[in-house]
């Protein structure tokens, strides 16, 4: 009822920009999930790769840090962090990552997993080209 109350209360402009505003975020949901499946899980610690593994291996493994260890678990195809010694846990309740580009970190741990794809692939995905 409230909902109806305001759409009421907008003018014929209010309401193309929220309709502009809506299409936009479902198309970037679209977008996103286009995004092709990864060939590899990078961990990186410090700004250094401490671990790596190819998505189609399941396995498990536990990774220091200055709070303790990070479990890092790869399971169907998808990496995700199954334990962590971090006070709040955030990094647990991201989720799995599987498609090339996604991230997962854990701050207090100073530790990122994100997934990469293959190396010949690598070279057709641009984030940025500057000059």
Not at 26 to 53: I, K, N
Not at 89 to 117: D, F, W, Y
Request: charged share 20%; glycine share 12%; with cysteine.
């Amino acid at each position: 009822m409230a909902l109806k109350a305001i759409w009421r209360r907008l003018t014929p402009l209010d309401r193309l920009v929220v309709l502009i505003l809506l299409l936009g975020v479902g198309a970037a949901f679209v977008l996103v999930g286009q995004r092709p499946r990864g060939a590899q899980v990078v961990v990186e610690q410090g700004g250094r790769v401490v671990f790596t593994a190819p998505l189609r291996d399941d396995r498990t493994v536990g990774l220091p840090g200055p709070h303790g260890e990070t479990v890092v678990a790869i399971r169907h195809g998808r990496a995700c962090i199954a334990a962590a010694s971090c006070p709040n846990k955030v990094c647990m309740g991201m989720g799995e990552v599987s498609r090339r580009g996604e991230l997962i970190a854990c701050v207090p741990n100073a530790l990122v997993l994100h997934i990469e794809g293959d190396a010949g692939d690598e070279a057709k995905d641009y984030d940025l080209l500057s000059r």
